[in-house]
């Protein structure tokens, strides 16, 4: 975890993303890995979470910054699997 130069926790992290989805008539295996970021309270409880831990992001896509035009998923809420914290945050 780091903090913004206005004093904000941030972390940046990857999502990892395994499924299978119905695709032209057919089951279609999919992986994925996207890169994320959080601020303060998200970014707090991610960074306490053990590697691995299974969550349901929820957020915005946009780019990472002014500077850079990569696409980043902006998470806003959490929700974590049963047994990994007491409850979601917004």
Not at 13 to 27: L, P, T
Not at 68 to 86: C, P, Q, R, W, Y
Request: no cysteine; glycine share 8%; charged share 25%.
């Amino acid at each position: 975890m780091r903090h913004t130069p206005a004093g904000l926790a941030a972390i940046e992290f990857k999502v990892a993303h395994e499924s299978e989805q119905d695709e032209a008539g057919g089951r279609r295996q999919v992986t994925a890995e996207i890169a994320a970021i959080a601020f303060e309270t998200q970014a707090k409880l991610l960074a306490a979470m053990p590697l691995g831990s299974e969550v349901r992001l929820q957020g915005f896509l946009g780019a990472k910054s002014k500077r850079s035009k990569k696409l980043v998923m902006h998470v806003t809420n959490i929700e974590f699997k049963e047994g990994e914290a007491d409850a979601s945050t917004s």
